[in-house]
């Protein structure tokens, strides 16, 4: 696990907890030195990345953003300011699974590690399924999606939900029902499921901008059409 946060106090506390808990860590506080080490080959022996905004050489969406590049599914959680939306909502545009807002509680921050984690390595609950709605079919083992055959580049969150969606499909989900289910959490910015709707829109709908399979209920949330292959 990568920490790379720029404040000596705040990674030593947050490597502290997460060691504390059996998790190997190690921390960078700069921005260039992260992003190479996230786009090479060293990489391959991190499991989670706890990602700062505001960071010396490069900052924490650009870093992201080349990592995504390479890793789509490596999971990221951002550090943000509190009360800056639009920072946590670019964060999550470049694909951040995930964020917490500083200050933060060191346990909190914990919780959503483990949170994430779980979801991409899930516990094992029965036989694995081949959901299959209209182009889209995902092998829940596997976690593999694709469309028409073709491989999707989902990150965790973005696979996680598309997965709730394809297992209920035709069903109305409000975004606090989608938050619980998909996310884990029973509070949250709710932003965080719309941002993930768009993006996952723009992998999955030929025109997201006339979205065709996850559908906008108004006054509701979401859902996902399409004709279901038994």
């Known amino acids: ?3 790379v946060e720029d404040d000596p106090t705040v990674a030593e506390v947050v490597v502290s907890y997460l060691e504390r808990v059996g998790h190997r860590t190690r921390s960078i506080g700069d921005g260039l030195a992260a992003a190479a080490l996230l786009t090479g080959t060293e990489s391959a022996d991190i499991d989670l990345v706890i990602l700062d905004l505001m960071l010396p050489g490069l900052d924490g969406i650009e870093i992201c953003r080349r990592l995504r590049q390479v890793h789509p599914q490596l999971p990221v959680i951002m550090l943000t300011a509190l009360g800056e939306e639009d920072d946590r909502i670019a964060g999550l545009e470049v694909g951040a699974d995930d964020y917490v807002t500083k200050p933060f509680s060191p346990r909190e921050l914990v919780l959503r590690v483990e949170s994430v984690l779980r979801r991409r390595v899930p ?8 959901l299959s709605v209209g182009p889209l079919t995902l092998d829940t083992a596997a976690r593999r999606a694709c469309k028409n055959g073709v491989e999707l580049s989902l990150t965790v969150r973005e696979l996680d939900l598309l997965s709730y969606l394809m297992s209920h499909p035709g069903t109305a989900f409000t975004r606090t029902e989608l938050m619980s289910a998909v996310w884990g959490w029973t509070f949250g910015d709710q932003s965080t499921v719309t941002v993930h709707v768009r993006r996952v829109r723009e992998k999955i709908e030929d025109d997201p901008t006339q ?3 996850i559908q906008t209920v108004w006054g509701v949330g979401y859902r996902l059409d399409g004709m279901v292959n038994q």
Not at 123 to 130: N, S
Request: charge should be negative; charged fraction near 5%; glycine fraction near 8%.
């Open 1 to 3: 696990m990568l920490v």
């Open 123 to 130: 516990a094992d609950a029965g036989p694995p399924q081949l």
């Open 211 to 213: 979205p065709q399979l």
